[in-house]
């Protein structure tokens, strides 16, 4: 099923917004509040605005530097193509633009991917970091749901997500779907081993829902058990992405351990 015709949204940016050319493509990315720099990453099909819930206390203690990754919301992608790796070097090119050498970051799903690759490649860099329902690797029922998706089995708030962040319109959409079909056959893209993240220098908060549909909750466990010094908290209950449940005290936890006794 295809997702019904409609007109692009507005071409119009946030008054925080701005967009730079990192390579071939144009990247935005929107800033808020003061202090040390704090990036946040979306998840596949999202944008900036899946962080907009959480920008008002964040951005009292932190620079928030919130990323559109390639080929999603205003972020263009020529190629036409996706993979992590490629999402944090894009990163890593605009943080060097805004003279950014040291911050902590967040990343939800693909961005907490995105993130293992920054955290793997550049360990130096980031001070703290919250993976939330990341993972190392795909497993089999995940790489299954994403071989299936099209935008008609996809729930009603995932297609209202993608609707409100794909500022390219209907085709953005196909075009996103696609890439996420085409990563159900990538073995390269996340193929994160226990030695390769015992490299990780930064303090790691590992988020997860013990309902996650696409990552058993004994993948969170193993990454936590992989990175040297971090820390678990699994959500009873929680789906993927469990952060927006109102009885989920995510941004009060992630601040307390972003801004704990050990931060640099």
Known sequence: MKPKARKPPSKQTSTRGHTVQI???????????????????????GCARNWHPFTA?????HRLIIVDLRGHGRSTNPENKFTHREAAGDVFLLL????????????????????LHMATSQPKRIDSMVLISATSHFPDQARTIMRRASFGTMPQQVQEMYRECAHRGDEQIRQLIAQFNALSEDYDDMNF??????NIAARTLVVHGDRDRFFPVEI???????????????????????????????TSTALQFLDGPHSR
Do not use: C
């Open 23 to 45: 390579d071939n493509i144009e990247m935005y990315y929107e800033e808020y509040g003061a202090g040390k720099p704090l990036v946040l990453l979306h998840g596949f099909g």
């Open 96 to 115: 060097e633009k805004l003279g950014v050498s040291h911050f902590s970051a967040m990343g939800m799903s693909s961005g907490g991917m995105t993130l």
């Open 193 to 198: 081993t226990a030695q390769i993240l015992s």
């Open 57 to 61: 206390k964040l951005s009292e203690r």
């Open 220 to 250: 969170p466990v193993s990454i936590y058990r992989s990175i040297p010094d971090a820390a678990l908290w699994i959500i009873p209950g929680g789906d993927h992405v469990p952060i927006y449940d109102p009885k989920v005290p995510f």
